[in-house]
């Protein structure tokens, strides 16, 4: 059974940041793309940046310069600090592992962030 675990979720003021995580179990984590997505309410869900096995990364452009991907393959982990953090990044956040090869996708719970003072 395929599990994506997320952590790290909370209320943060405008400029501070979180680190989020993302744990997977039953999957081969290096055949994985992993990503992160994001839900605002009333709007759609957006990619939010990718990371391949090889550790390519890409960006939304509203992310770039204060958002990092990363994995580590020995935790079977992705994470997401998000730093200098504004309003408009409030949103369900959601963990996203793709096989390019066969197009097997699956999706975590999602987890909670909000920006306010």
């Known amino acids: 059974q395929v599990q994506l675990m997320e952590s790290g979720g909370g209320l943060v003021q405008p400029g501070g940041s979180l680190r989020l995580s993302c744990t997977a179990s039953?999957?081969?984590?290096?055949?994985?793309?992993m990503g992160w997505y994001r839900q605002a309410p009333g709007k759609q869900r957006e990619l939010v940046a990718v990371?391949?096995?090889?550790?390519?990364?890409n960006y939304t452009d509203s992310v770039k310069g204060r958002f990092t991907i990363s994995r580590d393959g020995a935790l079977n982990t992705a994470y997401l600090q998000m730093n200098s953090l504004k309003p408009e990044d409030t949103a369900v956040y959601f963990c996203h592992a793709m096989r390019i090869s066969s197009r097997a996708m699956y999706w975590g719970q999602g987890t909670q962030v909000t920006v306010s003072s």
């Open positions: 990371i391949t096995s090889g550790g390519s990364t």
């Open positions: 039953g999957i081969i984590f290096s055949f994985y793309v």
